[in-house]
C-alpha cells in the first residue's frame, strides 16, 4: 500500500504496487464495525496487503472488495525512525513507479526490503539510500561502474563515471562520486559499515532524488524527504 486519501465521508482512493497488475489506484468504502473487511487501518503506507478489486471497462478505479494484512509489521509503526522512513519509501515508490505495468521483480524487490526494515535490529541509517539506488537497477537506469577510477567525475545525464567534467551542469563532482562509488557496493546488510554523518548522507540522498528526476520526468518533489533530513 502506497499511499490513499479520503474520498467523501466513507470512501478512500488508494494506490497500490501489486505482483501481477504493476501500479494500481482502487476506491474503497471503509468499514463501519469491527467485522468489515475494510478497516481504516489496513491503508497506512507500506502495509503488506492481500486484496480482491474488480475492475470494469472504461472504468478508471478498480473496486476494493476485500484487503487483509498479508505480513504484520513488527517494528515499524512502532519505531519513530524505521516509520519516517517507511513513510519515505512509500512516497518514493508511488513517484519512481507511477507509470509500471506488472513487473514481479519490482514488487518482490519492494517486498523483500520492507521486510527487512521492519526485521532489522541495527542501523538503518542508509537504508533509503541502498534502497533508492538499487531500485534503479530494475528501472532501468543503475548507474554504470565500468572503468570507474579515484577521483573521477560522475555524470548524473549518462549514469557513468569520467574522468573530465561533462558539458553540462548535472555532475557530481569527484568528492562526492567516490560516495555514490560506496554506495554502489552497499547493501542491506553491509550498509552499517559504511559511515557518513547527517550532511554527506542528506547530500547523497539529495543527488540521487536528483538522478531520478533526469530519468523519470514526472518524478516530482518529495514531500516526506524534509522529516528525514532532520533524523539521518
Known amino acids: 500500500m502506497l499511499h490513499s486519501f479520503k474520498y467523501g465521508e466513507s470512501k478512500i482512493i488508494v494506490d497500490l504496487l501489486t505482483e501481477w ?8 468504502t471503509l468499514s463501519k464495525s469491527n467485522k468489515g473487511k475494510l478497516k481504516k487501518q489496513y491503508f497506512q503506507p507500506l502495509t503488506l496487503l492481500e486484496v480482491v478489486t474488480v475492475t470494469k471497462p472504461h472504468v478508471q478505479l478498480a473496486q476494493l472488495k476485500e484487503a487483509r494484512v498479508n505480513i504484520p509489521f513488527v517494528s515499524i509503526p512502532f519505531h519513530p525512525y524505521k516509520l519516517s522512513i517507511a513513510l519515505f519509501t512509500a512516497e518514493f515508490l508511488r513517484l ?5 505495468q506488472t513487473d514481479p521483480l519490482i514488487f518482490n524487490y519492494a517486498i523483500n526490503s520492507i521486510e527487512w526494515l521492519d526485521s532489522c535490529t541495527g542501523s538503518v541509517a542508509n537504508f533509503h539510500l541502498v534502497f533508492m539506488m538499487r531500485l534503479s537497477r530494475f528501472l532501468g537506469f543503475y548507474p554504470n561502474m565500468e572503468n570507474h577510477r579515484q577521483g573521477d567525475w560522475f555524470d548524473l545525464r549518462a549514469g557513468c563515471f569520467c574522468g573530465q567534467p561533462p558539458l553540462h551542469s548535472d555532475v557530481v563532482p569527484p568528492t562526492e562520486a567516490d560516495n555514490i562509488q560506496l554506495l554502489l557496493r552497499m547493501n ?5 559499515l559504511f559511515r557518513m554523518d547527517r550532511k554527506e548522507r542528506n547530500r547523497m540522498a539529495e543527488t540521487i532524488l536528483h538522478y531520478y528526476r533526469l530519468h523519470l520526468p514526472d518524478f516530482s518533489e518529495m514531500k516526506s524527504f524534509a522529516v528525514l533530513k532532520e533524523l539521518f
Open 188 to 192: 542491506f546488510s553491509t550498509m552499517h
Open 21 to 28: 497488475c504493476g501500479r494500481m489506484s482502487c476506491i474503497a
Open 96 to 100: 519512481a513507479t507511477k507509470n509500471e
